[in-house]
């Protein structure tokens, strides 16, 4: 299908340090758990609420992975941009 997007953008705080793994073949994949937060007043009450969504994310990247690995640990704030893809377990 032409004219087809497929990009996400996730500004959000890491959950856990950086879990980075290696291949056989010496690659290697960086996994992250990000989260966002959403906060709005309930209109009947004006209480404050919050709701916090969890994003698995792995970087492939080789040159990319080492730089998570070395500088982002939990609770660093990451602005991540990629493309989604659904995996199943």
């Given at each position: 299908m032409a004219g087809s997007v497929n990009k996400v953008i996730l500004v959000g705080n890491l959950?856990?340090?950086?879990?980075?793994?290696?291949?056989?073949n010496g690659g290697k994949v960086?996994?992250?758990?990000i989260a966002?937060?959403?906060?709005?007043?309930?209109?009947?009450?004006g209480e404050r609420k919050e709701r916090t969504e969890w994003h698995s994310v792995a970087i492939f990247n080789e040159n990319l992975a080492k730089i998570a690995e070395q500088y982002l640990k939990k609770g660093s704030k990451v602005y991540i941009e990629g493309q989604l893809e659904t995996r199943k377990w």
């Amino acid at each position: 299908m032409a004219g087809s997007v497929n990009k996400v953008i996730l500004v959000g705080n890491l959950g856990r340090d950086p879990e980075v793994r290696s291949f056989p073949n010496g690659g290697k994949v960086c996994n992250l758990r990000i989260a966002t937060s959403e906060t709005w007043r309930d209109r009947n009450t004006g209480e404050r609420k919050e709701r916090t969504e969890w994003h698995s994310v792995a970087i492939f990247n080789e040159n990319l992975a080492k730089i998570a690995e070395q500088y982002l640990k939990k609770g660093s704030k990451v602005y991540i941009e990629g493309q989604l893809e659904t995996r199943k377990w």
